[in-house]
């Protein structure tokens, strides 16, 4: 927000995605945790993504946007979900649920449980949770409410 005075906005690259959560959503996820967890699962939410142009637009459409490049070891877009752990992925009403591995018990049969408990679906092989290739995304009209909301709330875009 303190930059868009300088008529330029540092946009790392036009590709470039990320989630979106709320400080509310994170607490209500912990509580939900906290209130149905088995053991041992780990929980991710079903959260909107937004484009790093689209913030930009959002704060001041009149600025430039300056490509500046990303920096050593940062990602164009988060996964909060690898391919690698789609075996082990399930996806109940609100949440992804990554099920843990139980010594001495064949994987199946954990699954089962935790499927039969979520009442949840098993994800397809290879899933991966990216906030790239995302389903749910917030618009420009959300994301300025959003900086009102948790923000600025006397923001106007400039």
């Known amino acids: 927000l303190e ?3 300088s008529g ?3 946009i790392t690259d036009p590709t ?3 989630f979106n959560i709320s400080l509310d959503e994170g607490v209500d996820m912990v509580f939900y945790a906290m209130e149905h967890a088995i053991g041992g699962e780990i ?3 079903k959260i909107p993504s937004y484009s790093i142009t689209d913030v930009a637009e959002a704060i001041a459409p009149s600025c430039k946007q300056e490509i500046v490049g990303i920096r ?3 990602k164009i877009h988060e996964e909060m979900i690898t391919s690698s752990d789609s075996p082990n992925t399930i996806e109940a009403d609100h949440y992804y649920v990554i099920v843990p591995s ?3 018990v064949p ?3 954990v699954l089962t449980d935790y499927l039969d408990h979520y009442n949840a679906t098993k994800v397809s092989e290879k899933f991966c949770y990216s906030s790239g290739d995302n389903t749910d995304w917030l618009s420009v009209d959300q994301l300025r409410k959003l900086i009102v909301t948790h923000c600025d709330p006397n923001f106007s875009p400039l």
Do not use: A, I
């Open 3 to 5: 930059r868009r005075e």
């Open 8 to 10: 330029s906005l540092p």
């Open 16 to 18: 470039m995605t990320r």
């Open 43 to 45: 929980f991710v939410p």
């Open 72 to 74: 050593p070891g940062e």
């Open 102 to 104: 139980k010594m001495g």
């Open 107 to 109: 994987q199946t049969s």
